[in-house]
């Protein structure tokens, strides 16, 4: 840890941080001097060309997607706290917090959290709902450039088809939800975050 | 027994023809006196074990295993390690006390028994818990410990078989640092043999284009090579063919026709479903040989009960270290569906009658107790499981229609996952595998694949045409 990270970051600020997103105490500290080290601006907030600066995600078919969700809706900056809640989607859900008071806020890591993250990444009007050409463009992003148009549509149709459960021919969020419920999302949507 | 569902629903299959090779070898003796068929090391390791392993390789679920390999490394050596130190040093123990009676066997002696015992064996594991159905990741672990802990199995015995060959006074620490390296050696050596001809397999499987009705012989002939390459070189031929099996899939299920395909799946299964049969049969009738009985209930008993206690000891502790850096937590029932399916079998019964008896001179004791292991472990063990699997309420594996959209989204989660863990720079799973990936489809398949076969081999798509086959019938 850098002198400038741990002075730029206060203690009050990484008590909040733990309490919205559940990460520990030196997770927190570990992703912040990620996020300095990414901040390429020195500025304290992220653009979309410093995401962008990252290798592999230029490679990723769904990577401008993804670096879309975590910006706030029309904004271009994101600061940490921004960071750490998207990041927050991907902590794995621990035993203990199953049993934790039902009447808070739902936490940024449930799994009905996590297939929103999802399905915003699909839904790209924001309308609730997939529509046919939102699922062919992710399709054409995710399985190469080897096939047909047509053959592209058809996946799409009978992916629709398999969901669609009140005809409107697309994927609303409810449905999203009930066709993936046999899919561990728990362990499929999470990763381990280094202490 | 197939005919009467009930039996075999409670009794599993191994066990069964454990007890028919019993009744058959007794034929045998009674009507001749003399124990003719017995299960020779040669026939076993040579004919009847390669077939299973290599089904084992072919069909194993790659992202399964390579996923869950740290967890399976660690058990495979260290637990089979520590299986063999703690049996072996304990029943020297226990002779020390005299319980025994008088034994012809030292120290080295005890600690040879523990490391063939102390292995958990792929075949009686793939019999038994095919039946009953645990969760994948489950299976996966105990199945992977099995295949690769031939390695630690061969080493240790080897190494302990010289031992006894020289003599208790000549080992010296270099033969023990000798012996560790040659575990490295043998393990990495027979990967790097399976690798090295799965490879040539692949690779031969491209051009196999207007010769496709010899494709199935092909597949077969080049992993028993591998088998007996690793052999030859005294590397462990289980690691080899089992690692041609993993890594050959891909391609050459790419690259051959449909029906080589069919071919070569339903003739390996047949091959490791027959081979499977006659190991347990060939068990129970080797049993009925009054030659090699020699009992000694102080050894026996203990036997057992060291290997159960030992492998529950050996399962949780690895088990606490392993959950501080598995993302998927192995709960207490995990934990012990583990232990109690650490089978052995007829890999150790082999190995116990490999054994040269002018230098081990308690050969006789050791294989007889060697099969009340095996049978008890089969057969009691076999025969709880389901029972203790459904009292205990274990995630069973749910056998599912693959539905585009799982496949689909979980493509997309995938992608989502190595975008995030790029984004908080870590090494993760999904980076590495994303990493192969991309590195298998720049140089590997170009090489490996048939040109035609690359275009089309992307899972969604397989989904797809899989549901509309469906469909059209």
Redesign the interface.
């Known amino acids: 840890m850098g002198s400038r990270a741990s002075t730029l970051l206060r203690d009050e600020e990484i008590e909040e941080i733990k309490k919205e997103t559940g990460f520990s105490h030196s997770q927190i500290t570990r992703?912040y001097s990620?996020f300095t080290?990414?901040d390429k601006g020195e500025n304290g907030t992220l653009s979309r060309e410093d995401?962008q600066r990252?290798p592999?995600?230029a490679?990723?078919?769904?990577?401008d997607r993804?670096i879309n969700a975590f910006f706030p809706e029309g904004e271009d900056q994101v600061n940490f706290r921004g960071f750490m809640r998207t990041?927050a989607h991907?902590r794995?859900i621990e035993?203990n917090e199953k049993s934790k008071d039902q009447n808070g806020p739902e936490p940024l890591n449930s799994r009905s959290n996590k297939l929103h993250?999802?399905f915003r990444?699909?839904d790209l009007d924001k309308d609730g709902r997939i529509s046919r050409d939102e699922l062919l463009q992710?399709?054409r992003m995710?399985?190469?450039v080897?096939?047909s148009d047509e053959?592209l549509g058809?996946?799409a149709d009978?992916?629709i088809q398999?969901?669609d459960q009140d005809g409107d021919s697309a994927i609303s969020f409810a449905e999203f939800v009930k066709?993936?419920e046999?899919?561990d999302?728990e362990?499929?949507?999470?990763?381990?975050?280094?202490h | 027994f197939h005919l009467s569902h009930k039996v075999t629903r409670v009794v599993p299959e191994s066990a069964l023809l454990i007890v028919l090779g019993l009744v058959l070898g007794g034929i045998v003796w009674a009507a001749d006196h003399i124990a003719s068929f017995a299960l020779t090391p040669i026939v076993f390791f040579f004919y009847l074990l390669p077939p299973i392993v290599l089904d084992a390789g072919y069909f194993m679920p790659n992202r399964l295993f390579f996923g869950n390999l740290g967890s399976i490394l660690l058990y495979a050596v260290i637990g089979t390690v520590w299986n063999a130190a703690t049996t072996g040093l304990s029943l020297y123990g226990v002779y020390q006390t005299g319980i025994m009676g008088h034994l012809n066997s030292g120290l080295l002696d005890f600690l040879l028994f523990g490391s063939l015992i102390a292995a958990v064996d792929p075949v009686a594991v793939l019999a038994v818990f095919e039946e009953v159905h645990v969760n994948e990741v489950l299976f996966i672990i105990v199945f992977g410990e099995s295949l690769l802990n031939d390695a630690v199995t061969v080493v240790l015995y080897h190494v302990f078989e010289t031992f006894v060959a020289i003599g208790p006074e000549k080992v010296t620490g270099i033969e023990c640092v000798k012996g560790v390296v040659s575990f490295f050696v043998v393990s990495l050596g027979g990967t790097l043999v399976g690798i090295f001809f799965a490879f040539l397999l692949s690779l031969v499987c491209r051009f196999t284009k207007h010769v496709r009705i010899i494709e199935p012989g092909f597949v077969f002939i080049i992993s028993y090579l591998s088998y007996l390459t690793a052999e030859m070189l005294s590397l462990s031929s289980i690691l080899a063919i089992t690692f041609c099996g993993i890594c050959c899939q891909k391609y050459v299920k790419a690259n051959i026709s449909e029906q080589s395909s069919t071919t070569v799946r339903y003739t390996m299964k047949m091959m490791a479903s027959g081979a499977e049969t006659i190991i347990f049969m060939f068990l129970g009738i080797s049993a009925v040989n009054p030659d090699i009985w020699t009992w000694n209930t102080a050894f026996i008993l203990l036997t057992l009960v060291f290997i159960s206690v030992y492998r529950v000891i050996g399962v949780v502790l690895q088990t606490w270290i392993l959950n501080h850096?598995r993302?998927?937590?192995l709960e207490i029932i995990d934990q012990v569906v583990m232990s109690y399916g650490g089978l052995r079998g007829a890999v150790a019964f082999a190995l116990a009658v490999l054994l040269d008896d002018t230098k081990v001179k308690e050969k006789n004791l050791f294989v007889s107790t060697t099969i009340i292991v095996v049978f008890f472990t089969v057969i009691f063990q076999g025969l709880t499981i389901k029972p203790l699997v459904q009292w205990l309420k274990v995630k069973k594996t749910?056998h599912?229609e693959p539905?585009?959209?799982?496949k689909?989204?979980?493509?997309?989660?995938?992608?989502?996952?190595?975008?995030?863990?790029?984004?908080?720079?870590?090494i993760?799973h999904?980076?590495l595998r994303?990493k192969w990936s991309?590195f298998d489809r720049k140089f590997l398949s170009k090489v490996l694949m048939r040109r035609s076969a690359q275009?089309?081999r992307?899972q969604?798509?397989n989904v797809?045409h899989e549901?509309n086959l469906k469909d059209a019938i």
Request: glycine fraction near 6%.
């Open positions: 992703l990620r080290s990414l995401f990252i592999e995600l490679i990723n078919p769904l990577g993804i990041l991907f794995p035993d993250f999802a990444l699909y992710v399709l995710m399985v190469g080897n096939i053959q058809s996946i009978r992916t398999e969901a066709v993936l046999k899919v999302v362990q499929k949507m999470s990763i381990r975050f280094l | 850096y993302m998927v937590q749910e599912r539905k585009l959209n799982e689909l989204h979980g493509r997309a989660f995938d992608h989502i996952l190595s975008a995030i863990e790029d984004i908080s720079g870590q993760g999904n980076y994303d991309n275009k089309s992307d969604i798509l797809f549901l």
